[in-house]
Each structure stands twice: as C-alpha cells, then as structure tokens.
C-alpha cells in the first residue's frame, strides 16, 4: 500500500476498514474530554462494553440459584469453560481438546515445566531467548534449581548478534545444534515482549524436536496478536496470559495448550488437582488421581467463573469479527502505517530521533512497534501521555505502541505520529 501522511488519508482508510465497528464494542479511557490514542493493548486490552453484562448474569445466577448454579442455567458453571475453548482453540491453532483455562500465566509456565522439563544429568539444558520476560526468567532459574542445577550450567540464553536488536532464526537454530546432546527443552516467547519479534516457532519446534528435546512456548504477546498454529508445528506446550490482546481484564485467566500426542503419556509429572479429574468420575471423590483426557487434564483448582465471564465477553467479540484471520490483515495495515508516519517523523526533524527495532517484515512482529528515542526518551514519552497518547515505557529508552485491530484506528496512528513530531520541539 502506498501509505500518505495526511489525517485525510487515515480518515479514508478508517471508512474502508471493515471492522471499524468493533471499535464501539469497547470502553475507551477520556483525556480532557476526547478518547485518548490507546496503544497499550500489548499491556492491557481495553474493556469490552459486554464485561459488565456478562459478569452480573454469573452474580444473578449465584443470587438465584447459589450452589445449583454448578448444575442449573444457561451456563452451568460445571461446564462455562467449555464455551471458551471452541474461540480459543482457534485463535491458537489447536484442536479443542488441547486447550484449557486456568490460573494466571506464570503458574502455568510452572505447571507445564513440572510436566516438560524432567532433567537428567545427560539432558537439563533449557534455551530461551536473552531478555525474556522477567516473570519467566524466574520461573526458568527456580525450575533448574529445583531440580538441583545451576542456572548457569542449565539455562542458555540466545542474544542478538553486536549491533543488532532482534534475532535471526539460523543463530537460534545453530545454538540448538550445537547443545542437541545436553538439550531438554527449548522455551520461547511467541513475541518477545520487548523488541516485538515474532520468532519463527515452526522452524524453532523443528529444531528442538530434532534435538530431542521439547519446545514450548510462551504465547502472552502472541495470542490474539498473530495467528499460530500450534498443533499443526508440533509445539508440546504453550501458555499465554488473556489480558493483553484478548481484553479479559487485569490479571485475566490464562491459556494453556498440550499437543495430544501427550495425553496418554503416564511418564510425565504432573501436580494433580481435583478439576483435572476424569470429569465422570470427580466427584466420587475416590483416592488417586486419574487425568481427564486431553489438556483439562492438566486443571488443577475450581472455575473462577467472574474471569471466565470476562474471557468470554472478549472471546465473543473476536468471534463476531470472523476471528483472527481478518484482524491479522487489517493489524498489518495499520501497523505498517504507524511504522511509515514515525519514518515519516524522522525524515522531516533531519535526525532520526526514533528508531524502530522491531523487525520491518510484517511476518516478524504482531501489532507492536517497539521505538527506541535517541534522545530524551522518559520526557518524550511522559509528553506523549500528557496529550493523550497512551503507549508504554521501557528501561532504558523504549517506547512501546501498539495498534490494536479491534479498537484502534489508522486516525490514531497519525495522532500519535503528530504527537511523536510535536515532541521533538516541545522537548530540547
Ligand atoms: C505479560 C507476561 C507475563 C505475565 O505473567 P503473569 O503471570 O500473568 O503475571 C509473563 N510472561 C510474558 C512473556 C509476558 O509477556
């Protein structure tokens, strides 16, 4: 497309965007007045105006029907997860029977690791990028010393080469190559929550299982942001977090996905709860753990069914917008022209104050650009904030805006740009 920097030409793309209505679907904070430029979904997805209905029809039928409401309804809380699984099992490429909710994103990391990572003194390396997210860095380093590693024998961590910000497949390949004998497990983000790469997991899962090693992946940037196909690659495992792109609010439940070649594997380690129970027979209440079939074996603790509610307010929308696919389409549009205006910004100021690290192919990101500031980045961004552009702050100097396909606009994308250039002389 051959993007202009006019607010007459976003306007125009705004009018031809099919999924402008979406926009309505959702609760958009005020600044003085206006709707502020929200380019934070990449932190926390903005509410979506069914959130309320959705959670007063669980409170009437808690005030109705109090305990029966596990049995008696429309949706018996016994079963209300069911009703996300179908959406997100699609959102993530998986069959339905490998897709469960529960707890938040961190503790499933740990879950899956107690199932997929089962070091020996041969096989205990796990690789992940340099610079994940800090969450899973602890989860990994307290995982190996569970185990009785070091994590600096166990835990390698891949970095971009000097000079460069992002990763290349080929040097994450290699680095699997090279530990294949020593490897048990390889552990990445989908997009790394920093500089916005989208890795390329169907070539990393190749390359771990080609180890002999498992490849799991940790989706909360990913999920509702790019389409992946998770069975499809073979990933063993996957967790995302549901309050960024999928909106269900803050500390929303989380997602986890197992490939079904291992539902019938006894070897692995789980730590069991009642709701991971054959479902036929949980509530005999009989001694020793037999797994439900397929990922809702791996549930551990009851329903929260309010954050249910919530998933599903969200999970509703995106299944109103035809899922993922025409979302994906529209997410490039707009994030390429975000990307064009803020080149556009640097070719007008004479320097390049904002420098974009995320990758320019359009198959290597997600909605996100992530913005280095050469120059007075913490007051650039405190000036964006203070006229309304709500993006988000990195150490040291990164800026990070996100267009989302279903709230945001290509009008928000040249508001922020305008802002991004107002700035340069505002602040000296
Ligand atoms: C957001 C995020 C988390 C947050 O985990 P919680 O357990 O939900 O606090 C963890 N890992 C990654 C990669 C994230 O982007």
């Known amino acids: 497309?051959?993007?202009?920097?006019?607010?007459?030409?976003?306007?125009?793309?705004?009018?031809?965007?099919?999924?402008?209505?979406?926009?309505?679907?959702?609760?958009?904070?005020?600044?003085?007045?206006?709707?502020?430029?929200?380019?934070?979904?990449?932190?926390?997805?903005?509410?979506?105006?069914?959130?309320?209905?959705?959670?007063?029809?669980?409170?009437?039928?808690?005030?109705?029907?109090?305990?029966?409401?596990?049995?008696?309804?429309?949706?018996?809380?016994?079963?209300?997860?069911?009703?996300?699984?179908?959406?997100?099992?699609?959102?993530?490429?998986?069959k339905p029977a490998e897709v469960t909710v529960m707890n938040s994103l961190t503790v499933n990391l740990h879950l899956l690791m107690v199932s997929f990572y089962k070091p020996d003194n041969k096989r205990f390396k796990i690789i992940m990028e340099a610079g994940a997210f800090p969450s899973d860095q602890y989860a990994v380093e307290s995982q190996v010393r569970f185990h009785g590693f070091d994590p600096k024998d166990a835990v390698i961590e891949i970095a971009p080469r000097n000079g460069e910000s992002t990763l290349r497949t080929a040097d994450i390949v290699k680095q699997i190559e090279d530990n294949a004998d020593e490897l048990a497990l390889v552990l990445f983000s989908g997009i790394n929550y920093y500089t916005g790469q989208f890795f390329d997991l169907e070539a990393i899962v190749g390359a771990a299982h080609k180890a002999g090693a498992y490849a799991g992946f940790d989706l909360a940037h990913a999920a509702g942001n790019v389409p992946v196909k998770l069975h499809a690659w073979g990933a063993d495992f996957a967790c995302w977090c549901s309050y960024k792109y999928i909106n269900s609010g803050p500390g929303g439940i989380s997602g986890v996905f197992v490939h079904e070649k291992h539902f019938a594997d006894a070897t692995l380690n789980r730590f069991a709860g009642w709701w991971g129970y054959r479902h036929d027979k949980r509530f005999l209440m009989a001694p020793g753990f037999q797994p439900e079939n397929g990922a809702e074996g791996w549930n551990v603790s009851t329903s929260p069914i309010i954050l249910m509610a919530l998933h599903k307010a969200s999970l509703d929308i995106f299944e109103k917008a035809g899922g993922l696919q025409p979302l994906r389409t529209k997410s490039e549009l707009l994030t390429g022209y975000l990307e064009y205006l803020i080149n556009e910004v640097n070719k007008a100021s004479g320097e390049d104050v904002y420098r974009i690290i995320t990758p320019t192919d359009p198959a290597a990101r997600g909605c996100q650009l992530s913005v280095v500031c050469k120059r007075n980045a913490k007051a650039i961004f405190t000036y964006l904030a203070?006229?309304?552009?709500?993006?988000?702050?990195?150490?040291?100097?990164?800026?990070?805006?996100?267009?989302?396909?279903l709230y945001n606009t290509f009008s928000d994308a040249f508001k922020a740009a305008e802002q991004l250039t107002k700035a340069l002389t505002a602040i000296n």
């Open 386 to 405: 203070d006229n309304g552009v709500i993006g988000d702050w990195r150490e040291p100097d990164v800026i990070r805006l996100s267009p989302v396909p």
């Open 1 to 94: 497309m051959n993007y202009q920097n006019t607010l007459e030409f976003a306007i125009k793309l705004d009018e031809q965007d099919a999924l402008r209505s979406f926009r309505e679907e959702f609760l958009i904070p005020k600044h003085k007045g206006k709707d502020v430029i929200y380019l934070c979904g990449n932190s926390l997805g903005l509410q979506p105006r069914s959130a309320k209905a959705y959670i007063q029809d669980q409170l009437n039928t808690w005030e109705d029907n109090a305990v029966e409401g596990w049995f008696q309804g429309n949706d018996p809380w016994l079963s209300y997860h069911k009703k996300l699984i179908g959406p997100l099992s699609e959102i993530l490429g998986a």
